[in-house]
Nanobody, 114 residues
Framework: QVQFVESGGGLVQPGGSLRLSCVFS????????MGWYRQAPGKQRDLVAS??????YYADSVKGRFTISRDNAKNTVYLQMNSLKPEDTAVYYC?????????WGQGSQVAVSS
């Protein structure tokens, strides 16, 4: 069974940084386009960033502040988040892009507050 396990969230002050990790339990990890998504309270889940073997995509709201990367040897995708803002507060999830709605994990809570 495919699983995504996210970690690395927490409470941080505005302007701070966090790095999220997502471990993926399927082999041939490097064949998949992976994405980070987030869902703020009362809002829909949105794509934040995605990565293939050679390309990255970022939502306008995080461009220049977030960096997505992957380590295929570790079946892991990362999201480095810098210059965090209160509006970045959300539960962050990883999944394929496009997402497979049967595979959402628990996510990792990120809270940005002073």
């Amino acid at each position: 069974q495919v699983q995504f396990v996210e970690s690395g969230g927490g409470l941080v002050q505005p302007g701070g940084s966090l790095r999220l990790s997502c471990v993926f339990s399927r082999s041939s990890f490097n064949a998949y386009r992976m994405g980070w998504y987030r869902q703020a309270p009362g809002k829909q889940r949105d794509l934040v960033a995605s990565i293939t073997s050679s390309n990255t995509y970022y939502a306008d709201s995080v461009k220049g502040r977030f960096t997505i990367s992957r380590d295929n040897a570790k079946n892991t995708v990362y999201l480095q988040m810098n210059s965090l803002k209160p509006e970045d507060t959300a539960v962050y999830y990883c999944n394929f892009r496009p997402s497979d709605d049967t595979l959402w994990g628990q996510g990792s809570q990120v809270a940005v507050s002073s």
